[in-house]
T-cell receptor, first 115, second 115 residues
Framework: DAKTTQPPSMDCAEGRAANLPCNHS???????VYWYRQIHSQGPQYIIH???NNETNEMASLIITEDRKSSTLILPHATLRDTAVYYC????????????????FGKGITLSVRP | GAVVSQHPSWVICKSGTSVKIECRSL??????MFWYRQFPKQSLMLMAT?????????EQGVEKDKFLINHASLTLSTLTVTSAHPEDSSFYIC???????????FGPGTRLTVL
C-alpha cells in the first residue's frame, strides 16, 4: 500500500464542517483512497472510498485532487459522536481473496468535536 | 452496510489457558477475513489473513502456533490464543472482505485480559 500522511489531530465545533486532510503523493493509478474511523474501544467503521471522482454518501464527502496526491474527508455537520481517530488508507480494492486486499493502518488523525 | 460480529466482546483468562474468539459476517459471505491486534494508544496491526478452506497467512513476527486461525465457513473465522500470557492482553479485531466492492468491514473487537 502507498503511504499516507495525516496531521496528528484537529478539532472543530459541533455543527460545523470538519475537513480532514490526507496526503498520498505516491499513490498508484489503480489505488483507491479509503477512509475509516475508530471511536474509542470500538472496531473501525468504514466511511467512504473513491478513485478520482468526488464521492458522497450519508456519512461524508470525499474530495480527491485532480492529481490524486491528496484528498479531504468532509463531515458536513460534525457532532460530538464524530469524535474519533480517522484513518486514510490507499489500496487496490481487490474483491478476490488474498493478502493484496489487506489494509495497512497508520496513526490516523484524531478529530475532537467540541460543544 | 455489511455487519460483522465478534464473540466474546471481552474475556479474562488465567495465564496458560487458551481463548477462542469468533468472527462472523452476518449478512454477507466472506471468503477472506483478517485479524488485527491493537495495543493501547497504538494503531491496528494486522496479524493474519484468513481464507476460507485454506491455511491462514501470517504477518512477519506473528507465531502461527500461538495464534491459531480456522476459517471453516464463508461466515465464520476463529482466532485461538493458545497458552495465553499477560503480554497477549490486547484488543483483537477482525474484519471481513466483501466480494462486491472489495471493502473491509470490521467487527466491534474483543478485549482480552490475561492474568
Amino acid at each position: 500500500d502507498a503511504k499516507t500522511t495525516q496531521p496528528p489531530s484537529m478539532d472543530c465545533a459541533e455543527g460545523r464542517a470538519a475537513n480532514l486532510p490526507c496526503n498520498h503523493s505516491t499513490i498508484s493509478g489503480n489505488e483507491y483512497v479509503y477512509w475509516y474511523r475508530q471511536i474509542h474501544s470500538q472496531g473501525p467503521q468504514y466511511i467512504i472510498h473513491g478513485l478520482k471522482n468526488n464521492e458522497t454518501n450519508e456519512m461524508a464527502s470525499l474530495i480527491i485532487t485532480e492529481d490524486r496526491k491528496s484528498s479531504t474527508l468532509i463531515l458536513p455537520h460534525a457532532t460530538l459522536r464524530d469524535t474519533a481517530v480517522y484513518y486514510c488508507i490507499v489500496r487496490v480494492p481487490t474483491p478476490l481473496t488474498g493478502a493484496n486486499s489487506k489494509l495497512t493502518f497508520g496513526k490516523g488523525i484524531t478529530l475532537s468535536v467540541r460543544p | 452496510g455489511a455487519v460483522v460480529s465478534q464473540h466474546p466482546s471481552w474475556v479474562i483468562c488465567k495465564s496458560g489457558t487458551s481463548v477462542k474468539i469468533e468472527c462472523r459476517s452476518l449478512d454477507f459471505q466472506a471468503t477472506t477475513m483478517f485479524w488485527y491486534r491493537q495495543f493501547p494508544k497504538q494503531s491496528l496491526m494486522l496479524m493474519a489473513t484468513s481464507n476460507e478452506g485454506s491455511k491462514a497467512t501470517y504477518e512477519q513476527g506473528v507465531e502461527k502456533d500461538k495464534f491459531l486461525i480456522n476459517h471453516a465457513s464463508l461466515t465464520l473465522s476463529t482466532l485461538t490464543v493458545t497458552s495465553a500470557h499477560p503480554e497477549d492482553s490486547s484488543f483483537y479485531i477482525c474484519s471481513a472482505l466483501t466480494s462486491g466492492s472489495g471493502t473491509q468491514y470490521f467487527g466491534p473487537g474483543t478485549r482480552l485480559t490475561v492474568l
